[in-house]
């Protein structure tokens, strides 16, 4: 890996460093940083994108020496395990985004590194007894497995508990296969990113390099059996008459595999869903909802109550959609009922839908 190649150190594994406790807890995983400013070699990484895979996440005081005399040894134990699934993130609370740069240039950490200006981030690790990273608690690290669960790793031996950590994680395509001139389309396809490998796979998958071939075949099963599951939901929903849900699946369809072609019926949905009175109102939800977010901040009781019922409409009328799982956020956050036909809700983040056509 080369400092240019920060992104390489996200598909080698998402480890979130916090080492603390010995006991190992099954605790909510914080929300990455979604604002690429708050990233250092690597663009923001999100839960979905690291799905399957588990993550080595390290702390760290930038003006602690015995912390800067740890990096090598930590750098030395993941590129030896690179081939794991994992990948390593490194973590800096409370300092500026130029000084975190300069230290790791000096330091060669070349891993995606969260720079955790507001300690927001560490914040949201408290819970799990991380606390505050000062001279006094200069490092922590910790793992979470690929099913999702924070746990403490062991402190003195960083190669063990890469491989420990690894266990029930897996790669889309395991990197040992993956000749070194594949790594980075092997790296879009592994996160996800799969707009614009369409062309190149292909031109792989005719190679006359046997180890080329084979591994540009899986690379592009890999992306056709996700697309092909994501549009026979689409299609399922849309059948099932929940209309607007197909057209957020559609959306996510249409962001995510540009360059790849529609099935006959995906292609008449997404022709025929946009005109559909359903999607519609529902996108007319989501204008509305952007709304409601702005006033509930500081709403008194009776407006509280009047925003409250448009949610709770929005969580009747679009089950198993974003949209629903967003007004249910805002319903459980301002403290008011949840109706049950609106499933999990989750995420605070607004519904990545936008509303226009596709």
């Not at 592009?220 to 957020?248: H, I, M, P």
């Amino acid at each position: 890996m080369t400092s240019k190649a920060g992104w390489t150190g996200v598909l080698l594994a998402f480890v979130f460093v916090l080492l603390v406790a010995d006991s190992r807890k099954a605790l909510a995983q914080p929300p990455l940083p979604k604002n690429p400013g708050q990233w250092v070699n690597s663009q923001p990484l999100s839960y979905e994108q690291l799905r399957g895979k588990a993550v080595y996440l390290v702390f760290f005081e930038e003006t602690c020496p015995k912390c800067r005399a740890a990096w090598p040894d930590i750098l030395s134990a993941a590129k030896s395990n690179e081939k794991l699934p994992v990948v390593f993130i490194a973590v800096n609370s409370g300092t500026q985004r130029a000084e975190v740069e300069r230290y790791a240039q000096q330091v060669k950490i070349n891993w995606p590194i969260i720079v955790d200006t507001d300690r927001s981030f560490e914040k949201e690790f408290a819970s799990s007894s991380v606390g505050e990273i000062s001279l006094q608690n200069i490092r922590q690290i910790r793992g979470i497995s690929a099913a999702g669960k924070i746990e403490s790793l062991p402190y003195d031996d960083y190669s063990d508990a890469i491989k420990g950590l690894a266990q029930g994680a897996t790669w889309k395509v395991e990197r040992a296969e993956v000749p070194p001139e594949m790594i980075p389309l092997w790296q879009q396809v592994e996160f996800g990113a799969y707009g614009g490998v369409a062309q190149p796979l292909k031109k792989a998958a005719l190679s006359n390099r046997p180890e080329v071939k084979s591994v540009a075949e899986k690379m592009l099963a890999v992306v056709d059996a996700e697309r092909q599951e994501l549009e026979n939901e689409a299609l399922a929903s849309a059948e099932a008459g929940n209309k607007f849900k197909a057209y957020e699946l559609l959306l996510k369809l249409n962001d995510t595999f540009k360059g790849y072609p529609l099935s006959d019926g995906a292609a008449k949905l997404k022709k025929d869903l946009p005109k559909d009175p359903q999607v519609k109102s529902g996108l007319a939800a989501l204008k509305q909802i952007q709304n409601i977010e702005r006033q509930l901040a500081n709403a008194k009781p009776q407006l509280k109550e009047k925003l409250g019922e448009q949610l709770s409409k929005m969580v009747t009328d679009y089950p198993e959609t974003q949209l629903a799982t967003h007004a249910a956020a805002l319903l459980k956050g301002a403290g008011l009922d949840v109706p049950e036909a609106g499933g999990a809700a989750g995420s605070q983040n607004p519904p990545a839908i936008k509303s226009g056509t596709f």
